[in-house]
């Protein structure tokens, strides 16, 4: 179990910088997710025709408990359906403040992080806290001046570093994303 791990680890470093550039350019050609995978969209140029964006679910843990909403979107590649980011942003209960969670592939440079930046605005630092078998994880509630440019913007770009130091960014847009947030809050 411990040697398919580490293989599984090994090959998603290997094809990281390719499976990232791949998604990249599936964006431009504007491919069709696989039928595999319906919620799922792509990173892809603003406006893209017949690619779902920010996608509320709400779920219960019974008949008699409060729904719990959550939005979310994610880029994959084209070819395989393999995640390459989700971004699920939830209500905290409690405290009701935006929590964002981040999915990121395996073969990361960890100590680097994530950063998300709306447009050609400020740059947010998520730290990376937790890896297991189908990615890397970041989770934090979401800054009030992150929320505003979010709400406003057209596209939001995730980037990270793969384990040779090399940038990635992914964009996802953010056209429908007010009214999905308004949907959970």
């Given at each position: 179990?411990?040697?398919?791990?580490?293989?599984?680890?090994?090959?998603?470093?290997?094809?990281?910088?390719?499976?990232?550039?791949?998604?990249?350019?599936?964006?431009?050609?504007?491919?069709?997710?696989?039928?595999?995978?319906?919620?799922?969209?792509?990173?892809?140029?603003?406006?893209?025709?017949?690619?779902?964006?920010?996608?509320?679910?709400?779920?219960?843990?019974?008949?008699?408990?409060?729904?719990?909403?959550?939005?979310?979107?994610n880029?994959?590649?084209?070819?395989?359906?393999?995640?390459v980011?989700?971004?699920?942003?939830?209500?905290?209960?409690?405290?009701?403040?935006?929590?964002?969670?981040?999915?990121?592939?395996?073969?990361?440079?960890?100590?680097?992080?994530?950063?998300?930046?709306?447009?050609?605005?400020k740059?947010?630092?998520?730290?990376?806290?937790?890896?297991?078998?189908?990615?890397?994880?970041?989770?934090?509630?979401?800054?009030?001046?992150?929320?505003?440019?979010?709400?406003?913007?057209?596209?939001?770009?995730?980037?990270?570093?793969?384990?040779?130091?090399?940038?990635?960014?992914?964009?996802?847009?953010?056209?429908?994303?007010?009214?999905?947030?308004?949907?959970?809050?």
């Amino acid at each position: 179990m411990l040697m398919q791990s580490r293989l599984v680890a090994l090959a998603a470093v290997a094809l990281l910088p390719w499976g990232a550039a791949h998604a990249q350019q599936g964006a431009k050609k504007n491919a069709p997710a696989p039928a595999a995978q319906p919620a799922p969209t792509q990173p892809q140029a603003e406006g893209a025709p017949g690619q779902p964006g920010w996608i509320v679910r709400c779920t219960s843990a019974s008949r008699q408990a409060p729904l719990e909403c959550a939005m979310e979107q994610n880029a994959v590649l084209t070819k395989t359906g393999q995640t390459v980011v989700l971004i699920n942003i939830r209500i905290a209960p409690d405290t009701r403040t935006p929590i964002a969670l981040l999915q990121l592939p395996l073969g990361l440079n960890l100590p680097v992080g994530a950063k998300l930046q709306v447009d050609e605005g400020k740059t947010f630092d998520f730290q990376i806290q937790t890896c297991e078998n189908r990615g890397c994880y970041a989770s934090t509630p979401i800054a009030s001046d992150l929320l505003a440019a979010l709400r406003s913007g057209k596209q939001l770009k995730v980037s990270f570093q793969n384990m040779a130091k090399e940038t990635i960014a992914i964009p996802m847009p953010l056209n429908d994303f007010a009214a999905a947030y308004d949907k959970i809050k």
